[in-house]
C-alpha cells in the first residue's frame, strides 16, 4: 500500500479544508522564523555597531544612560552638555590608548525631505574620532584644512539625501551660515552615514557652545581595566560612564518584554496549529469511519491504518513547514522595515536573518508537530473495530 499517495489523495477530497489547516500551520512556523531570525539579526546588527563605534567607554553629561546611549548610537535623545576641562582631565589618564572629543548639535532644516522639513544632525569631532575608527574611508576629498575651518565632511547617507559632492556649500538657515564640503566618507554601515562632521572647535563656535561636549569616547590599553576605570571616575561631578556591553545590554534589555510578547503569540499559534491539525484529521475519520471498517475487513490492519492517519497529519504539518518558511523569507524585508519603524532603536544592518539552518530546523520542527498531532487521531482510527465502524458509517 502506497501510504504517502493515499494519503495526499484524502488530503485532497475537502481542499478548502485542508488547505485552511495547512495555512494554519504555515504562520504559525513563518511567525517563529520571523521572530528567531530578529533575535539573531538584531543581536549581531546592535553588536556590530557598537564594535564600528571604536570606543568602549562613553563618558556624558549625568543624565538618562539610554538616552546618552541613543545620542551616540543614534543622533537623538537630549543633549546634555559638559565642560571641556573633564576632557583635559581625564585625557592624561595613562590606561587610556586614545580618546576622542565630541560635540553634537541639530539644526532644522525647512528644505530638508523634499520641503517638507526635518532635523540635521552635526557632530564636531578631531582627528582623533577617525583614528579610533581606522576602517573609515574617505569616498571623495579630504580632512579639514584646519582646526578651525568651516568646513564640513559628510557621511555618505547624508551626502546622498543633500545630494552634495565635495566643493558644494552647506547652509545652516538656523545660524545662516555657510559651509564648504571637503570631504564625504564611503558607507560604514553605522550611524555616521547620516551625520555632517565639522572640526570641534568651529563646532563650539558656530552653535555658540563654547568650551562644551557632548561626549568623549574612550578605548583603553586594556579592557580589562574598565571596571577600574569607571570606579575611579564614578564620583566626578556631572559626569557619567557608560560601557559599550552596558549600552548593548540597555538595549537588549528595553526589547525584552516586546519579545517575550512576541514569542507567546508565536507559542499561541502553534498551539492553535495543534488544535487545528488535531481537529482537521479527526473530521476526516468521522467522514471516513465506513471507509476504515471496510479496509479493516478486507485485510488492512490496524497497523495500516495507523500509519496511513499519522502519515495525513505529518504530510499536513510538512506542507505548512515548507509554506511557513516560504512567507517568512517573502516577508523578511517587510517585518524589517516594521521593526525599524516600532522600535526605539534600531540598529544599521540586517535585522532579520533567515539562514538555510534556521529554515531547516522549522521544516523538522514542523516534522515533529505533526508526529505528535498525529498519534492521537492515528490511534482512534486503528482501534475501531470493522463492524461497528462499518456499521457507524452507514
Known amino acids: 500500500m502506497n501510504t504517502i499517495s493515499i494519503a495526499y489523495k484524502n ?17 504559525a512556523v513563518a511567525v517563529l522564523v520571523s521572530l528567531i531570525g530578529f533575535d539573531k539579526g538584531y543581536q549581531k546588527s ?34 546634555r552638555y559638559m565642560e571641556q576641562d573633564i576632557y583635559d582631565k581625564i585625557q592624561s589618564d595613562p590606561r587610556i590608548d586614545k580618546i576622542t572629543a565630541q560635540l553634537v548639535s541639530t539644526s532644522y532644516d525647512p528644505d530638508r ?31 579639514f584644512s584646519s582646526e578651525t575651518s568651516e568646513e564640513v565632511i559628510m557621511g555618505y547617507e547624508a551626502a546622498e539625501v543633500e545630494q552634495r559632492l565635495v566643493g558644494d556649500k552647506i547652509f545652516i538657515s538656523k545660524l545662516n551660515k555657510v559651509l564648504t564640503v571637503v570631504g564625504i566618507f564611503e558607507r560604514s554601515g553605522t550611524q555616521d552615514d547620516g551625520i555632517i562632521f565639522l572640526p570641534l572647535k ?10 562644551k561636549l557632548t561626549g568623549l569616547g574612550i578605548k583603553l ?23 559599550m556591553a552596558q549600552v548593548r545590554g540597555t538595549i537588549l534589555n528595553l526589547i525584552s518584554s516586546a519579545k517575550v510578547m512576541a514569542n507567546s503569540v508565536a507559542v499561541i499559534a502553534i498551539f492553535i496549529a495543534i488544535i487545528g491539525v488535531i481537529n482537521t484529521i479527526l473530521m476526516s475519520i468521522f467522514e471516513r469511519t465506513r471507509e476504515i471498517g471496510v479496509m479493516k475487513a478486507i485485510g488492512a490492519s490496524a497497523t495500516d491504518i495507523f500509519k496511513l492517519i499519522w ?21 523578511s524585508d517587510f517585518v524589517e522595515y516594521i521593526i525599524k519603524k516600532i522600535l526605539p532603536y534600531a540598529p544599521t544592518g540586517q535585522l532579520v536573518i533567515i539562514n538555510k539552518n534556521l529554515l531547516l530546523t522549522a521544516l523538522i520542527g514542523a516534522i515533529i508537530l505533526g508526529v505528535i498531532s498525529g498519534i492521537y487521531p492515528a490511534w482512534r482510527a486503528s482501534s475501531m473495530r470493522p463492524v461497528e465502524a462499518i456499521r457507524t458509517g452507514e
Not at 117 to 126: L, P, S
Not at 230 to 242: M, R, T, V
Open 46 to 79: 546592535l553588536t556590530g555597531n557598537i564594535d564600528k563605534m571604536g570606543y568602549q567607554l562613553l563618558v556624558t553629561a549625568k543624565g538618562c544612560p539610554y538616552e546618552a546611549a541613543t545620542m551616540m548610537l543614534k543622533g537623538g535623545g537630549g543633549l
Open 11 to 27: 488530503l485532497k477530497r475537502k481542499k478548502i479544508r485542508s488547505t485552511l489547516t495547512i495555512g494554519g500551520v504555515a504562520i
Open 113 to 143: 525631505q523634499d520641503g517638507q522639513g526635518g532635523f540635521v544632525m552635526y557632530m564636531g569631532i578631531t582627528k582623533s574620532y577617525i583614528e579610533l575608527k581606522p576602517w573609515s574611508k574617505f569616498k571623495s576629498g579630504k580632512w
Open 311 to 331: 502519515t495525513e497529519t505529518i504530510l499536513v504539518c510538512a506542507l505548512g513547514g515548507v509554506l511557513g518558511c516560504i512567507f517568512a523569507l517573502l516577508a
Open 202 to 211: 568651529t563646532t563650539q563656535k558656530i552653535f555658540s557652545l563654547p568650551d
Open 221 to 243: 590599553k586594556d579592557i580589562h581595566q574598565i571596571g577600574q576605570f569607571e570606579e575611579d571616575l564614578y564620583d566626578e561631578p556631572g559626569i557619567q560612564i557608560i560601557s
